[in-house]
């Protein structure tokens, strides 16, 4: 989910009226970042025609696969704090600039991190042996 038409259209965004534009769409600062998710998918299912109850079973099926990802470096809100909590938010809301942020698939994610190099010390075996 991406702001940036409205930025390129409307300029800077003074915080104040950031916040205003954010609550409309059902998000406020003491939202999650899954709340923002859900949103996002309730926003690109509205053209599906669906009734609310396919709608919230659309927002269940899918919340849990997604993760927001800040456009432009690798930096991901995956914890359960208020927006308004993480830096990246913070720092738009001080120069009035709409985060740019977006949806990524947890599975596209997970299959870029590279395998864990974790080996299980050797001293760790050996105790379980004496037991």
């Given at each position: 989910m991406c702001f940036e038409d409205f930025e390129k259209a409307y300029g800077p965004v003074p915080?104040?009226?950031?916040?205003?534009?954010?609550q409309e769409?059902?998000?406020?600062?003491?939202?999650?970042?899954e709340q923002l998710i859900a949103e996002s998918i309730r926003k690109k299912s509205r053209s599906m025609?669906?009734?609310p109850q396919q709608l919230r079973l659309c927002?269940?099926?899918y919340q849990g696969q997604y993760i927001l990802k800040v456009c432009g470096c690798d930096e991901y809100l995956l914890e359960k704090y208020p927006l308004s909590q993480y830096k990246y938010i913070?720092?738009?809301?001080?120069?009035?600039?709409?985060?740019?942020?977006?949806?990524?698939?947890?599975?596209?994610?997970?299959?870029?991190l590279p395998a864990s190099g974790f080996?299980?010390?050797?001293?760790?075996?050996?105790s379980h042996q004496h037991l």
């Amino acid at each position: 989910m991406c702001f940036e038409d409205f930025e390129k259209a409307y300029g800077p965004v003074p915080s104040e009226i950031l916040w205003e534009v954010l609550q409309e769409d059902g998000v406020s600062h003491d939202s999650l970042p899954e709340q923002l998710i859900a949103e996002s998918i309730r926003k690109k299912s509205r053209s599906m025609h669906l009734s609310p109850q396919q709608l919230r079973l659309c927002v269940q099926e899918y919340q849990g696969q997604y993760i927001l990802k800040v456009c432009g470096c690798d930096e991901y809100l995956l914890e359960k704090y208020p927006l308004s909590q993480y830096k990246y938010i913070r720092s738009c809301i001080i120069v009035g600039r709409l985060p740019h942020l977006m949806l990524v698939s947890k599975e596209s994610l997970y299959s870029q991190l590279p395998a864990s190099g974790f080996v299980t010390p050797s001293y760790r075996y050996s105790s379980h042996q004496h037991l």
